[in-house]
Structures are given as C-alpha cells and as structure tokens.
C-alpha cells in the first residue's frame, strides 16, 4: 500500500497543514479518507489517477472533514472521470452530497451510501470495513485489509519437475493441482511456498481511545490515530471528543499494531515534537505526519513488514 497524508491539521488550516485528508493506493486503486477543504488541490500533487479513485470514505460529518468534498467532485469531472464512483460516509452523508450538487450534474455516476458498522467495500483484493467510535456523534474508523497475497513462485523446481512457463505456472500460482501433458499431477504446495499476509491499515477518524477502535486495530500493520492535543490538554481532549497522543498510543498498544503514525494535531503545536515524545514514550514505533508524507508498507516473505518513509 502507498499511503499520502494530504492534509494533516484540525478545525482549520495552518500555514504548514492542510485540513484531514489521506489518499490511500491499495493494489492499484485509490481510497480518499476524507475530504477537507482544498484535497483537488492535493491530490493532483499526490499523483491521483482520476479514474483510479474507487471510494471517498468520509469518518463524520464535521466540516474540516468533508468541505472539500464538492470541489472535488466536480474537479474530478472536469479532469475526464467518467467511471462511476462511491461516497460513505455516517448520516447526513446522502443530503449533504445531493445539495452540493443541486445545480450540478456529473458527467459520471456516483452512489452515495450512509455507513453501518462492518463491510462497507468489498473489491477483488481488499476489502474496507467501517468501525463505530467515540465522537460525540456518529462517527466511523475503516479498516482496509488486503486479501493475502500468493507464496513465492519457486522456478528452479517447476523447470525440474517440467512445468513450462506459462498458463500451467500461473495456475499453480493461483493454488491449482495442474496435470502436465505426461500425465503427472502436481499440487500446489510443490512449487509455490507460503502465502503472505495481505497488509492492514486502519484510519481512526477523529475519536476518543475506545475498545471498538482497539479490536479493529488488533494486528494492524499501520495505525493512523488522531492525536489533537498533548496530555497537557486531556481535559480538552475529553470534553471534545478527541485523543491525546499518549492515548493513541496506548490504542497502538493494546492492539498490537505494528506502527503508529499520529496526524489531526491542533494548531496550537507549531510543529508535532511535544506530541511525538509522548507518543514514543508508550509505543516506541510512533511517528508524526507532515502533509504530503508518503509510506509505502510491503510485505516481505510471510510476516515481515517493510515500511519507507519520504517526507
């Protein structure tokens, strides 16, 4: 997956951070987490294929999140897309999409569904789920989660045991028995070794620490958590629904998440250090987005997770 923080501020933009957004490239499709004012902009300099995006994932309906939508949509008209598209987002989703679009209508279809616990995107090799939180009002993390991907080819051993390249290779690959034109069966297993785990990485939207976010995170190979203010502010933290970025780190903890990368800072931090240490300080493997970070995460051999980091 390759994942670019568009925007990485709260409530209104800064001189150094745009409003949330975060696109998301998962095999070979895009994912909008998101939309604050100004993502057309932003996602052009993230490279987006406009007929590549296959879902705007809006985790509630305040403003910093979602006023970008509109511009959006009809920016992506007029940069050619054509192939339908999907919104989900909580209530109030629907009515917002329909009077933005009051005197306008797309060159290319939309769907826009309200959000319900569980799966929300199901495509060939990933699948979205959205997670209910803790914000005050209805408010949704998502889940993406790769479908495994299939164990290393070994051609040394298909060259031996006769198989030619090709249709029959690619069979075995997808985990069927083949029969070669000697009459020999092979399986699988003879040739192809362990599948690999397909990646996870689970957005939490603006939310105070809870279990649902805990569970759905269990194993996450990258959490991107809220962290609005530093424990210093707890108290405003609480009040307002949001995290500090010790209690994201204690979310990353608890649900044994491989990385943790905190975004949504307040703009009363001129830069995310003070959130950082705290952050690091619970879960070492802690880190601070900038807008137009980029992470690319792969997974190498069946478990190992290789995370690059460009910022």
């Known amino acids: ?10 409530s209104t933009p800064t001189e150094d951070r745009w409003l949330p957004s975060i696109l998301v490239n998962v095999r070979g499709e895009h994912l909008l987490l998101d939309c604050g004012e100004g993502a057309q ?36 008209e007029v940069w050619g897309r054509r192939e339908p598209l999907s919104i989900i987002g909580p209530p109030g989703i629907v009515e917002y999409v329909n009077a933005a679009l009051t005197r306008k209508r797309l060159a290319y279809p939309i769907v ?63 985990g069927e028995r083949v029969v070669l034109p000697n009459g020999k069966v092979v399986e699988p297993q003879e040739v192809v070794g362990s599948p690999r785990r397909g990646l996870k990485v ?75 240490g705290e952050a690091q300080k619970l879960f070492r493997r802690s880190y601070a987005a900038k807008d137009m970070l980029r992470i690319e995460l792969k997974r190498w051999e069946r478990s190992w997770l290789v995370a690059r980091f460009e910022y």
Do not use: W
């Open 1 to 10: 997956m390759r994942i670019v923080f568009l925007g990485t501020g709260s």
């Open 41 to 76: 902009y932003r996602v052009l300099k993230a490279g987006l294929k406009v007929n590549k995006l296959a879902a705007i994932l809006i985790s509630h309906m305040h403003g910093d999140h979602l006023y970008g939508l509109p511009g959006l949509l009809e920016s992506l």
């Open 112 to 174: 826009v569904e309200e959000a319900a616990p569980g799966l929300v995107v199901e495509r060939p090799s990933y699948r979205v789920y959205a997670v209910r939180v803790d914000h005050g009002i209805e408010a949704y993390a998502y889940a993406m989660v790769e479908d495994d991907y299939p164990g290393k080819f070994d051609s040394a051993r298909a060259e031996k045991l006769g198989i030619p390249p090709g249709p029959l290779r690619r069979r075995l690959l997808l």
């Open 202 to 276: 689970v957005y939490s939207g603006d939310t105070r620490p809870c279990q649902s976010l805990v569970d759905a995170s269990r194993g996450a190979d990258l959490l991107i958590h809220e962290a609005t203010f530093s424990s210093e502010h707890e108290e405003e933290a609480q009040l307002s629904f949001h995290s500090t970025a010790a209690e994201a780190a204690e979310v990353a903890s608890k649900s044994f998440a491989k990385l943790l990368v905190l975004t949504h800072f307040s703009g009363r931090y001129r830069n995310a250090d003070v959130l950082l």
